[in-house]
């Protein structure tokens, strides 16, 4: 090849080059036009529309994936959400919703809290299969709230079915109100598993009383 037609080739391939990183990087061509949201959710595909519509028509290659994402993780029903590229003008949203683990009351409103605390939709009552905690100050940040979640995580099954509200008033004074009346002094957070397996073979071992100290797990006792 003779240097004139080399500098030829290399001229075309870096027109070329240049052309396609306009197309792909600045131009409207490839620019985000949809929004596809994936899986199941009750937040509206309208909303997370609505979330990105300031990304609408930037070209797909420069949108801010992580900045998409922490939008949508602003949404305070949203534990995590995942954005990618799908060309030449898509954007698949997944979300993660934050799922209920208990109520509590604050203000008069009735709130559900999530794995981490978070307080992310306000009910007008407590849907059936959550347990109500109380606690002075419900929150992510609040230590009594981490230790009411933590013995509501470490239930059996049979006994969170026959929980109808954990009070945790301190870490150490944590109280377990069950839907027969009957009430079950838990201590602390700690042992909650083995907690847990001590009140469950008390009860199926028709244990009769009406109050359950399993604070100790070595030496439960029934009055």
């Known amino acids: 090849m003779t240097r004139r037609r080399l500098v030829s080739a290399?001229?075309?391939?870096?027109?070329?080059?240049?052309?396609l990183g306009w197309l792909v990087f600045y131009s409207s061509a490839l620019g985000l036009d949809n929004v596809e949201v994936r899986g199941e959710q009750?937040?509206?595909?309208?909303t997370v529309e609505e979330v990105l519509a300031l990304q609408r028509g930037t070209p797909l290659a420069r949108v801010d994936l992580a900045a998409a994402e922490a939008a949508l993780e602003n949404i305070?029903?949203?534990?995590?959400?995942?954005?990618?590229?799908d060309w030449p003008g898509t954007l698949v949203v997944r979300l993660t919703e934050r799922s209920p683990v208990a109520a509590v009351e604050l203000d008069g409103t009735t709130w559900l809290l999530d794995r981490f605390g978070v307080l992310f939709?306000?009910?007008s009552a407590v849907p059936a299969g959550v347990i109500s905690l109380r606690v002075d100050q419900p929150g992510p940040d609040d230590r009594a709230t981490a230790a009411g979640l933590q013995v509501i995580g470490a239930l059996a099954p049979a006994i969170r079915e026959i929980v109808?509200?954990?009070?945790?008033?301190?870490?150490?004074e944590i109280q377990l109100d069950?839907?027969?009346?009957r009430t079950v002094i838990w201590g602390g957070p700690e042992d909650s598993v083995r907690k847990s397996q001590i009140l469950?073979?008390?009860?199926?071992?028709?244990v009769v009383g009406t109050v359950y100290d399993v604070s100790s797990p070595t030496s439960a006792v029934v009055r």
Request: proline share 2%; no cysteine.
């Open 10 to 19: 290399l001229s075309v391939t870096l027109v070329i080059a240049g052309f």
């Open 42 to 46: 009750t937040l509206s595909a309208a």
């Open 76 to 85: 305070t029903q949203i534990e995590s959400a995942s954005v990618t590229r």
């Open 121 to 123: 939709a306000q009910v």
């Open 164 to 172: 109808i509200e954990i009070s945790a008033p301190s870490l150490t």
């Open 178 to 181: 069950l839907i027969d009346g």
């Open 200 to 206: 469950a073979g008390l009860l199926a071992g028709g």
